[in-house]
């Protein structure tokens, strides 16, 4: 088995932009595909929260036209494992989320989180996801 991490693209910030212009330019599942195209082994999506980039039409959209895994970034919250439990995402990268940051800034808390984080695995796990954390390299958080 392969165990070789992979090529992944992040695409959030062409939604962020297409966002920002408020259209549908540029077109989110295009540059997937083109991504797709020139080589990538699989496509990343964050869909936060407030949906600052990605929208809960764009995880439907890319999980039916995509030929390579996604990878779904989220929170551990109720509401974005429900969404995954759906979608059946290849993984999900559980990562921290805060309003006011305008990228992901620093790891989860898996120190202080450890039973949330614990349950939300298990449901991802048992749907034949798999997860990721998103944590800071210290030794307390790995350990964890």
Known sequence: MNHYVKLGVNIDHVATLRN??????????????????AGADGITIHLREDRRHIRDDDVWLLRSHLRT??????AATDEMVRIALKALPKACCIVPEHRREVTTEGGLDVVNQLSLLGMQVAKLNDAGIEVSLFIDADMNQIQA
């Open 20 to 37: 920002a212009r408020g259209g549908q330019d540029p077109v989110l599942l295009q540059m997937a595909l083109a991504v797709e195209e």
């Open 69 to 74: 895994p996604m990878n779904l970034e989220m």
